[in-house]
């Protein structure tokens, strides 16, 4: 066979960050203070950081060179103004409400959009975006295809919507007690799966009849247009950036958190076409983060998002960007890891029900080994599990999602293939030991978001939860 030709970066390195490695005995004791969860640990004490690819990206030249130039005026910034004109070019919405990061955007629009006893159907949920939708008053429906559920499920689109489920839905609860469909590109809580153009547009006459909204979470629309372009017949010959267009001039409005796709460190925004709810977000986002013309954003922050916009959608950074992400996903393939199927475009994302099936999914397996992860190498993982799903809002009890996952996530343009190489081998040594980690218990549990804050300690291997009591273990 003909071997296949080695592929590189698109960049060169300018500047570099020194990386700390640790020794094992200090890793034991870190991954112990931070209670089993990474979230908790201190970044100086990670070698390689997956926790997120959230603010994370390596900013260019060109970038660097705007945070200089940052108009810090209160009012009416250039920067703003170079943002705004982005959004429009690149995206196509008419109006732009900056915010300090996506979750803000999404409480603007759920607080605008939503009434008590709403229904609100999406392609499964992103934890803060269901989070805000509940706290408006709503009940958040999954309407993602079953296939998303299933990590072994090869379907290249596993973000698309279950178009019958949703019209059911709709014809269930009535149209006016759907303010509108949420939909992401692409949906981060199933591993990083696209929505294929075929059915956004079919989603787009569903709702069209029915006259209801789509909000868009356009966080990773540029990987999501990616896939179109890779996978979808029609769109072989287009740009990325032509496909990002198409997917949002399908849609009426969106929430963005540009510290992913849009490569910057801190930022976000609403965009919409309706002039109605541009004026209501406009007075709001003053009231919960600046005023309308930063947001929550400073004024270099905003400039550097403005030509961080024009990068994301750029041929050459995509294909590195979810290449990357493909060539650590095949590697682990390689060795037998069980991972979610089809590769995700900003993370793998490791099956811990698989991984280590005799850990009972309330002793927290994707917890335990996203710590064991770090105790072998220093890298940091994120679960995305049971303790990210959180607990059902009438009955007090944990959701039990399916998909029980441990998260690497890639940074954009931070790190290199020997970096994967090292990622792919401490996965592969924790995987040769995994008969011998143990569960864990939840010893302190937040009221919200219970994953960035809640601490855990080591259940041996065996031992199994007593009646409902979480601290109660026997053999
Ligand atoms: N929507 C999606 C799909 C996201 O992945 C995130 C954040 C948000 C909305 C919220 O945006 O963080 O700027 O407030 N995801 C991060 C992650 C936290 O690690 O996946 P934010």
């Known amino acids: 066979m003909k071997r296949k030709r080695a592929w590189a970066e698109p960049y060169k390195i300018k500047m570099i960050e020194h990386l700390h490695m640790t020794t094992p005995e200090e890793r034991r004791r870190f991954i112990e203070e931070a209670g089993y969860n990474t979230f908790l640990l201190r970044s100086k004490d990670v070698y390689i950081d997956l926790l997120t690819d959230s603010g994370t990206s390596a900013m260019s030249d060109r970038q660097w060179a705007q945070i200089m130039l940052g108009d810090e005026a209160y009012a009416g910034s250039k920067d703003f103004l170079d943002m705004e004109a982005a959004v ?4 196509g919405y008419q109006y732009v409400v900056p915010t300090h990061q996506g979750r803000a955007a999404e409480h603007l629009i759920s607080k605008i959009m939503i009434k008590p ?17 509940e706290l408006a008053g709503g009940t958040f429906v999954d309407v993602i295809v079953d296939e998303a559920h299933d990590p072994e499920s090869d379907f ?22 759907i303010p509108y469909v949420s939909m992401a590109t692409t949906v981060n809580m199933a591993g990083g799966q696209p929505i294929s153009m075929s059915n956004l547009r079919a989603l787009r006459m569903l709702t069209s009849k029915y006259n209801i909204p789509i909000v868009h979470d356009m966080t990773r629309v540029a990987e999501n247009a990616y896939m179109i372009q890779q996978y979808e017949e029609d769109y072989r010959h287009k740009t990325v950036a032509e496909i990002v267009r198409e997917i949002c001039d399908l849609t009426d409005m969106a929430t963005m958190s540009a510290k992913k796709d849009a490569l910057v460190n801190i930022g976000g925004f609403l965009a919409v076409n309706d002039y109605e709810v541009f004026e209501e977000a406009r007075s709001l986002v003053v009231v919960y983060e600046g005023l309308h013309t930063y947001g929550g954003m400073a004024g270099r922050d905003m400039g550097a998002l403005a030509v961080g916009i024009r990068e994301s959608v750029s041929d050459e950074h995509i294909k590195a960007r979810v290449g990357q992400v493909q060539y650590l996903g095949n590697k682990l393939l390689e060795a037998g890891i069980p991972i979610v199927h089809p590769i995700g475009t900003h993370g793998v994302f490791l099956n811990a029900k698989q991984f280590l099936p005799h850990i009972p999914q309330d002793q927290f397996p994707a917890q335990s080994l996203a710590a064991e992860l770090y105790l072998d190498s220093g890298v940091r993982a994120m679960e995305r599990g049971i303790v990210s799903a959180g607990r059902n809002k009438k009955t007090g009890e944990h959701n039990y999602p399916k ?5 690497l996530t890639i940074p954009r343009r931070v790190y290199t293939q020997s970096h994967m190489d090292v990622v792919a081998d401490s996965v592969e040594a924790v995987y040769d030991k995994r008969e011998n980690i143990g569960g864990l218990k939840m010893v302190f ?11 855990f300690e080591p259940v041996p291997v065996g031992w199994e939860l007593v009646g409902n ?4 273990y026997s053999k």
């Not at 429009?88 to 995206?91: L, N, P, V």
């Not at 006893?117 to 999406?122: H, I």
């Not at 549990?445 to 601490?455: D, I, T």
């Open 88 to 91: 429009r070019e690149y995206y």
């Open 117 to 133: 006893g709403d229904f609100v159907p999406g392609n499964m949920y992103f934890t803060t975006t269901r989070l805000h939708q």
């Open 156 to 177: 290249t689109f596993k973000g698309n919507i279950n178009l019958q489920k949703l019209e059911e839905l709709i014809i269930d609860k009535g149209p006016e007690k």
């Open 403 to 407: 998909l029980e996952l441990v998260r």
């Open 445 to 455: 549990e937040p009221k919200y978001l219970r994953f960035f804050q809640a601490r």
């Open 469 to 472: 009591e979480e601290l109660s």
